[in-house]
C-alpha cells in the first residue's frame, strides 16, 4: 500500500462520497492506494476497493469519482462474487464431464467457456459503467469526468481474437454509452476526448 498520506486521503474522501449513494449500505467499503506504477483499479468482494498510485495522480476529482464508484459499482453488483461462484462451479463441472477426455477436449471446452465467460465479463462492466455514472452524479460529479476518464485510459479499439479474449468492452463504446445516459452530445464527447489526448 502506498504511504502517500495526502493521496490516501484524496482516494478515500472521493471514494466514500460515492459509496455513499449505493444501494447497499450493508458494505463497509475502503479505499486504498496501491504503491504501483501500473494503471489500474480493482474491487474485491464485501468492498475492498484498490487503485494504482499511477492512475489516481493521473485522474482530476471527477474523474477518480468515476473509476471508484465503477469500482463500488462491482461490489453493488456481486460480480466478485459471481465469478467466483461461476469458475468454481465451471470447473466442478467440467471435471466432471470431461475429465476422462482427451487433452485436446478438455482444452477446447476451456477455450469455449472463457468466450462465453468474457462476453459475460463485459455486461458486468456495462453495469459497473451504469452504477458509476449513478454514484458520481448523485454525489455532485459531473458525468463528464467519465468520458474523460475512459479517455485516459486509451482509445483503442480491439480487434481479431483480442476482442473475444477481452474483459473489458471497448473504452470508445463505454464512452458511447455514459454519453448517451449521462445526455452528453457526440461532439461534445469528443471534445472531452481530445482535451485529455
Request: proline content about 0%; cysteine-free.
Given at each position: 500500500l502506498s504511504t502517500d498520506a495526502r493521496l490516501n486521503n484524496r482516494v478515500s474522501r472521493v471514494g466514500n462520497t460515492v459509496a455513499a449513494k449505493s444501494p447497499r449500505q450493508d458494505i463497509d467499503y475502503t479505499f486504498k492506494v496501491l504503491n504501483s506504477d501500473q494503471i489500474n483499479a480493482f474491487a474485491a468482494p464485501g468492498g475492498p476497493v484498490l487503485i494504482t498510485k499511477r492512475l489516481a495522480s493521473m485522474l482530476t476529482d471527477s474523474e477518480l469519482a468515476f473509476v471508484l464508484a465503477h469500482e463500488a459499482g462491482h461490489v453493488?453488483?456481486?460480480?466478485?462474487?459471481?465469478?467466483?461462484?461461476?469458475?468454481?462451479?465451471?470447473?466442478?463441472?467440467?471435471?466432471?464431464?470431461?475429465?476422462?477426455?482427451?487433452?485436446?477436449?478438455?482444452?477446447?471446452?476451456?477455450?469455449?467457456?472463457?468466450?462465453?465467460n468474457r462476453g459475460y465479463?463485459?455486461?458486468?462492466?456495462?453495469?459497473?459503467?451504469?452504477?458509476?455514472?449513478?454514484?458520481?452524479?448523485?454525489?455532485?460529479y459531473s458525468g463528464e469526468g467519465a468520458v474523460t476518464a475512459l479517455a485516459k485510459l486509451g482509445m483503442r479499439k480491439t480487434s481479431g481474437i483480442n476482442k473475444y479474449l477481452s474483459t473489458h468492452p471497448d473504452v470508445p463504446d463505454r464512452i458511447?454509452?455514459?454519453?448517451?445516459?449521462?445526455?452528453?452530445?457526440?461532439?461534445?464527447?469528443?471534445?472531452?476526448?481530445?482535451?485529455?489526448?
Open positions: 453493488t453488483g456481486e460480480h466478485g462474487r459471481q465469478a467466483i461462484n461461476q469458475s468454481l462451479l465451471a470447473q466442478g463441472v467440467f471435471g466432471l464431464l470431461f475429465g476422462g477426455s482427451s487433452q485436446a477436449t478438455q482444452i477446447g471446452v476451456n477455450v469455449l467457456y472463457t468466450l462465453y465479463s463485459r455486461s458486468r462492466e456495462y453495469q459497473a459503467d451504469s452504477y458509476g455514472l449513478q454514484f458520481m452524479q448523485q454525489a455532485g458511447g454509452r455514459i454519453g448517451q445516459s449521462a445526455g452528453i452530445s457526440s461532439q461534445r464527447q469528443q471534445e472531452l476526448i481530445r482535451s485529455v489526448q
